[in-house]
């Protein structure tokens, strides 16, 4: 069961972390595009989408070009920080949260747009500052739909195999996630440990979708409202 556990937990670490950082920079991100208006604008935002349509492997192939200690800001890491990403645990976060990235960002931004500005300006004129208006008033309209997109972008950074295997490799115990060790085991002929892997990835990326589906369709009630 060693086999089995490992895994799912290394995975759910890296799911959560990958999570945890998108929440930061997706809705960081989002409100950004959704409140401003700028040449290239548009440009942006579809570089920023490119990761839900590029390959996986392309993306760790990236990946393992920028934070390789050969290049110039993976030797700045190491040699400042001491920090080498390539083929750890840490590398299969930076992979999962580039790969989950558009799934926070485009519904974070969507959720914003949906946030009428009158509700902003009236906070304004009740004297609240920006960060006050932006965590009582903003967020508070556009959270269904925040969350939503962390839910989907968790479900598919636990899911995530090309980019990681790329950056971190398959080291069983430090690098080999759920998607990784269902590849592994199927290779070594492993089919009762493949057929177990499966049945639980499978389990909790249905149990995300559903709660995604569901905060979706909250979402779009309260707005009829």
Avoid: H
């Avoid at 080498?84 to 999962?96: D, E, K």
């Amino acid at each position: 069961m060693e086999g089995v556990w490992v895994p799912l937990l290394l995975s759910l670490k890296v799911a959560g972390w990958a999570t945890a950082i998108n929440l930061v920079l997706g809705v960081a991100t989002g409100y950004f595009l959704a409140r401003t208006s700028f040449p290239g604008r548009n440009l942006l935002d579809s570089l920023l989408t490119l990761p839900m349509v590029m390959p996986p492997t392309v993306l760790g192939y990236y990946l393992l070009v920028l934070t390789g200690r050969n290049s110039a800001l993976g030797g700045w890491l190491y040699d400042s920080f001491g920090i080498n990403l390539i083929f750890t645990w840490q590398g299969a976060v930076l992979a999962s949260t580039v790969v989950a990235f558009p799934l926070v960002f485009k519904p974070a931004r969507a959720a914003f747009e949906e946030v009428n500005p009158q509700y902003e300006q009236a906070a304004r004129i009740l004297g609240l500052t920006e960060l006050a208006i932006f965590f009582r008033v903003t967020l508070q309209l556009a959270w269904r739909g925040i969350l939503a997109g962390l839910l989907l972008a968790f479900a598919r950074a636990l899911g995530e195999f090309g980019a990681t295997l790329m950056i971190a490799g398959s080291i069983p115990g430090r690098t080999q996630t759920l998607s990784i060790a269902v590849y592994e085991a199927v290779q070594a002929g492993r089919d009762s440990t493949a057929n177990l892997l499966v049945i639980i990835t499978s389990l909790v990326c249905i149990s995300v979708l559903l709660s995604a589906s569901w905060l979706s369709r909250r979402q779009s009630s309260s707005r009829q409202r």
